[in-house]
């Protein structure tokens, strides 16, 4: 897979993307190592894996170990005890790090790589431990080499061992064989003798040699995944932000950031839903008064500014359970969920509200003033349904600036 491949199927992602997913790859297909904190990541994402594949791994051998034992009766006629008790004796002492897998994962994890090679040379001396109590008749002692192979398609099979590991695991399971055959089996003595040692260790390190070229593809290849895993994890939670973020904009006026029209009118329709008598639901329908005057001799941009500071304002008298929405222009919309019939605090609301938006605005050195014309419609005095009462307070508001002296904007 080259550089270009890569970059073709990163296809449209941003450059925060394409540095910590692609380039991280190609790095890799061109040195063979992940950078350290890269590397930390891949090993976390492996623990879990770690730990259930060497638990699984100890049943396995374990089952197997008692299996083969079966045989020692014909294997090992002389030495039929002894070698049960080695055999015991592997089983438990493997069975120690399978506990510290499942009772103390993190300090398992920690020391994986230890706990997994002396693992399996502790396998590879059992079998050379049965094959030290054969005597040169029995089956064992020219058969049980062949034990041996399963530990070495074992480790690197089904192991997370980095290859260089493995490959030191494997050397300390073979070379102890060669030396045992040499000294203790004196198979270097004699043409026939000295070709069963070479067959036995060819067979040996075919064996790793092919086990060794397969764990470092599936390491290669795993590494692979890990990284267009985390790729795709990217992307999905990229395109989630993307729907998210236009969901927001659709409902949201882009200028002050308060939701617009639909979000309101939907957030208004619940809680005329939710409202129970002797609770009662209030709109308010305000328009800047002086406003234009201000965008007309200032510019758009001081408009836009007043616009983000009234929108402020509202917030902040508001309560966190009232609703205020930017219809457009210089109106807004307020909605008030009121624990009691609504005449008093309504116009309470009203008052803070014109107080509060009528406090000068500073800007880049000038003074700017406006005022708001309130207009406001009760549930269900005034309406039944959100549409009734945004009509009815959008009246009540005209109704109220014609009734009073129009507010002037000041510099």
């Not at 638990?55 to 083969?68: E, G, H, I, V």
């Not at 200028?255 to 329709?269: A, D, E, I």
Request: net charge positive; aromatic share 10%; charged share 15%.
């Amino acid at each position: 897979m080259t550089s270009t491949h890569l970059m073709r199927y990163a296809g449209p992602t941003v450059t925060k993307s394409f540095k910590e997913t692609v380039v991280p790859l190609i790095t890799y297909l061109n040195t063979g190592r992940f950078q350290p904190r890269l590397e930390m990541a891949y090993q976390i994402d492996l623990a879990q894996e770690k730990r259930r594949v060497f638990t699984r791994t100890y049943l396995l051998c374990s089952a197997l170990y008692l299996m083969f034992g079966l045989l020692d009766h014909w294997a090992l006629p002389q030495a039929y005890l002894q070698a049960w008790a080695i055999r015991v004796v592997v089983i438990g002492v493997s069975l120690l790090p399978c506990l510290l897998a499942l009772r103390r994962p993190d300090a398992f994890v920690r020391h994986y790589t230890l706990i997994t090679c002396a693992t399996y040379i502790v396998w590879g001396w059992g079998i050379q431990a049965l094959i030290l109590l054969a005597s040169p008749g029995d089956i064992a002692w020219s058969a049980y080499y062949a034990g041996m192979i399963l530990v070495s398609m074992a480790l690197y099979s089904w192991t997370y061992l980095l290859p260089r590991h493995a490959a030191i695991a494997g050397c300390a399971i073979v070379i102890p064989y060669i030396v045992l055959s040499l000294t203790h089996q004196g198979m270097g003595e004699g043409q026939q003798s000295l070709l069963v040692l070479l067959t036995n260790c060819a067979f040996l390190l075919s064996a790793n040699a092919v086990g060794l070229f397969s764990l470092y593809t599936r390491e290669r290849f795993s590494r692979h995944n890990f990284l267009l895993r985390k790729q795709l994890r990217h992307d999905l939670l990229q395109e989630e932000q993307a729907k998210l973020h236009s969901e927001h904009r659709s409902e949201h006026d882009c200028l002050t950031g308060l939701p617009n029209r639909v979000r309101f009118m939907r957030k208004f329709g619940q809680m005329l839903e939710n409202s129970h008598a002797p609770a009662s639901v209030a709109v308010l329908f305000l328009d800047l008064d002086g406003f234009k005057p201000v965008n007309d001799r200032f510019g758009h941009a001081v408009g836009d500014h007043v616009l983000r500071c009234v929108a402020q304002r509202l917030l902040g008298t508001l309560r966190a359970t009232d609703r205020v929405a930017r219809l457009g222009g210089d109106e807004f919309v307020v909605a008030l969920a009121l624990p009691e019939p609504c005449s008093q605090t309504v116009a309470r609301v009203v008052e803070q509200l014109q107080e509060c938006i009528g406090q000068p605005i500073e800007h880049q050195g000038r003074v700017l003033q406006v005022s708001c014309s309130i207009g406001s419609a009760c549930y269900p005095d005034d309406g039944s349904s959100a549409q009734q009462l945004m009509e009815a307070a959008d009246l009540s508001m005209y109704e109220f600036k014609r009734a009073r002296q129009p507010g002037a904007a000041a510099a």
